[in-house]
């Protein structure tokens, strides 16, 4: 018999309790870190998991690790010269929730990695994540039966949102977006 059989009557509420905990990858790891300053080594931050800090403060030490993760895939070294390798990542919807000062932190820390990335996203960051981007992917699908990709420079994407806007006509796409990154 599995964990929700009715052979554990009265053990329902405690079963679904581990079932969460056991499902929820943040339960996965225990980590320890510790943030220090260049200068002298001291200890600015220490990390013991997520537990006690902000959102925004979980968010940075995510977007930390991944980086940190990423670095080492790729075998970077902090303030080397910019590789001559295809270093790509792509990022499926990471921002959506965050905060916008969250995202610029990551997409700086991807950008001094020289990072390039394929970041997918709802229009809703599009703002914070612009002055990153070389070129947009719009992808839609407006007869429910086939997708459509359209590419544009950034350039293209701006002088399009401005023409809407001088028009006075609605938003140049309101679907989600694949936003390549270098």
Request: aromatic share 10%.
């Amino acid at each position: 018999m599995g964990r929700g059989d009715a052979a554990r009557e009265g053990q329902t509420e405690a079963d679904r309790r581990w079932t969460r905990f056991v499902t929820d990858v943040r339960n996965w790891f225990l980590f320890s870190a510790s943030e220090r300053y260049r200068e002298d080594d001291t200890e600015y931050e220490h990390y013991a998991d997520s537990a006690g800090k902000s959102g925004g403060q979980k968010e940075k030490l995510a977007y930390t690790i991944l980086a940190a993760s990423l670095a080492y895939q790729f075998k970077l070294e902090w303030g080397a010269a910019k590789s001559r390798t295809f270093q790509f990542a792509v990022i499926d919807e990471a921002f959506g929730r965050g905060s916008d000062e969250s995202t610029r932190f990551a997409l700086e820390l991807f950008e001094r990695l020289g990072l390039q990335l394929l970041i997918v996203t709802p229009l809703q960051k599009i703002h914070v994540i612009e002055p990153y981007v070389s070129a947009v992917g719009f992808v839609d699908n407006p007869t429910s039966s086939a997708s459509r990709l359209q590419t544009l420079t950034i350039e293209e994407y701006r002088a399009r949102r401005e023409a809407h806007a001088l028009a006075g006509a609605a938003p140049v796409v309101q679907v989600p977006v694949s936003i390549a990154v270098t």
